[in-house]
């Protein structure tokens, strides 16, 4: 068994018979995904620790474990229990401004923190923020996440859920970490809304909406609100409110966040106004029965094999 950090919280239960391939386990609960290891060896635990020795205090990302058989990593992660955001916005309808407005400082704070260490995320959407049990928002999900380097810090690969992509992805052109700044503008208008505000019956009317149809503020949104969510969702991703040279630090000095202090934030000592119900570390009521009675499946992929002169599928990526 490989650690790479210890935990001290608790998990999802975890099957016995994880016991009998890793030796015995600590009576705790676990949250487990895994992924099958490309090349048997050390490098992969030195990569995933010295890329998730940050403060993660800012960013919402906890500790966790790394467990290692023949074939498979698997990560155990913090069991986040107050369900995600969609499932929260089902059960509200949509979120006032003053709690759409704290849930929106914690992403940004988040989104920033990523993109100055390189990192662009291109898959935020409801399912990936997820709420702790004291109501503050987690950022998970990084299966689309991509490294940068700020003077070439673009990619042109086609990825992300369809409501949330930014124009310049749905075109297939080049795109860099102001897509996440575009994603973060959706989800704000969901919040506030209920919806995303480009929908239709398939990918393609949602793609043509989102290229070339102008969004639609409600009135009954504050003029503050309807000023950022302009910037946000700007079809040029030059213009883009974040996409400057200043990042996310242009995000937060607009007239909507005025009454947020960015220190107390990311600290964690301004409180939302909604807190999840939670009955315990073991609590599941805030995530859909069918996820939970799901039965625990060890990843179907096999590691892929490459041809001497075949490319990488993942060069570029």
Not at 70 to 92: A, M, P, S, T
Not at 173 to 189: M, N, Q, T
Not at 232 to 261: E, Y
């Amino acid at each position: 068994m490989v650690i790479v950090k210890p935990i001290e919280k608790k998990f999802y239960n975890i099957d016995e018979d994880f016991s009998d391939t890793f030796g015995p386990l600590p009576d705790s609960i676990y949250d487990l995904q895994n992924l099958t290891l490309l090349e048997d060896d050390d490098s992969t635990h030195e990569y995933s620790n010295n890329n998730y020795d940050h403060d993660q205090q800012s960013v919402g990302i906890e500790d966790f474990e790394i467990l290692k058989n023949k074939y498979r990593l698997y990560f155990v992660l913090d069991f986040i229990n107050g369900g995600d955001l969609d499932y929260q916005l089902h059960r509200e309808g949509l979120f006032r401004e003053d709690l759409a407005r704290v849930y929106t400082a914690e992403i940004i704070s988040a989104i920033s923190y990523l993109h100055e260490n390189g990192i662009m995320h291109r898959d935020l959407k409801p399912h990936n923020i997820l709420l702790d049990s004291e109501g503050h928002v987690m950022v998970t999900d990084f299966g689309m996440a991509k490294q940068f380097d700020e003077n070439t810090g673009r990619s042109n690969t086609f990825c992300g859920t369809d409501e949330y992509m930014a124009p310049e992805i749905v075109q297939g052109r080049d795109h860099d970490k102001a897509a996440d700044w575009w994603s973060v503008g959706i989800l704000l208008f969901e919040m506030l809304t209920g919806q995303p505000p480009f929908t239709g019956g398939n990918k393609y009317k949602i793609h043509q909406k989102i290229v070339k149809e102008k969004i639609k503020l409600p009135a009954f949104l504050s003029s503050e609100a309807h000023s950022l969510l302009k910037g946000l969702l700007k079809k040029d991703p030059r213009m883009r409110l974040g996409s400057g040279p200043n990042g996310g630090n242009d995000i937060k000095r607009h007239k909507w966040f005025k009454t947020i202090n960015w220190k107390k934030l990311e600290c964690r000592e301004i409180k939302p106004s909604f807190l999840p119900k939670v009955d315990g570390d073991c609590c599941v009521a805030n995530f859909e029965k069918r996820y939970t009675k799901m039965a625990l499946v060890e990843s179907p992929a096999s590691t892929p094999k490459f041809s001497s002169g075949q490319d990488n599928p993942f060069k570029e990526f």
